[in-house]
């Protein structure tokens, strides 16, 4: 299988996240089965940064994650909506912090992927978002940005304001999920290269520790093209 969506693939993600974003919701529903396949808190952007980025969601592309409406909150507890992230490529996926399976390996494995990018990662921020919103804190994701030592100026990892917008985002996402009882969440794993417009360049299913060596390759084409 190969280690990571082909452009057909990717395409037919931003058709489906379209359909989507002109239904104004987003749910696929219970999911038992995982995605074995293929393949924190940065500062809160100036009130001007993020004032011109709301100013700007109109011109975005129809088919932008980033015309979600999706308020989090980070591990800074700090708010911010989805389209405060425009203007710079980021790498986002879904998570829970009780998790002890594909979860540590997806954070593991974002943290080699942002190695192996060398000085270009830089220009990238990874963007983790809970499925946990009933039980995942900003004092909890804290806790986590600082075990797994993650560095604060790269990752962000957040919690949407309740069940709904999470279920959108997800949906958003192609990641499939389905509370399981006693805390366990049964969920595909997704991880989405996102440019500065919100458009979906690439997709890595992927569950292994070791970077997907195409995702990496696809992730420094599209940091090239992005000025210091």
């Not at 986590?144 to 949906?171: C, H, I, W, Y």
Request: proline share 5%; hydrophobic share 45%.
């Amino acid at each position: 299988m190969k280690p990571s969506a082909s452009r057909p693939a990717v395409r037919q993600l931003g058709r489906g996240l379209a359909a989507l974003l002109l239904s104004a919701a987003a749910c696929h529903g219970a999911y038992a089965g995982a995605d074995t396949g293929r393949s924190a808190a940065v500062s809160t952007p100036p009130a001007a940064a993020a004032a011109s980025a709301a100013a700007s969601t109109s011109a975005l592309p129809g088919n932008s994650l980033y015309q979600l409406d999706i308020s989090l909150t980070d591990a800074s507890n700090q708010r911010f909506n989805l389209r405060d992230m425009a203007g710079t490529p980021v790498l986002v996926t879904m998570f829970y912090g009780d998790c002890n399976a594909a979860c540590p390996i997806i954070i593991e494995t974002l943290k080699r992927t942002v190695e192996a990018l060398g000085p270009n990662a830089s220009k990238l921020r990874v963007l983790m978002v809970s499925l946990d919103p009933f039980n995942d804190s900003p004092a909890g994701l804290a806790q986590l940005v600082k075990n797994k030592q993650l560095d604060p100026q790269r990752f962000r990892l957040a919690v949407a304001k309740d069940e709904s917008q999470t279920r959108m985002l997800a949906g958003a996402l192609q990641i499939k999920f389905r509370q399981l009882g006693d805390g366990v969440i049964n969920h595909t794993t997704r991880v989405a290269l996102l440019d500065g417009s919100g458009l979906t360049k690439a997709v890595s299913t992927r569950l292994d520790t070791t970077p997907d060596a195409e995702f990496v390759k696809q992730i420094n084409s599209l940091l090239k093209t992005v000025k210091n």
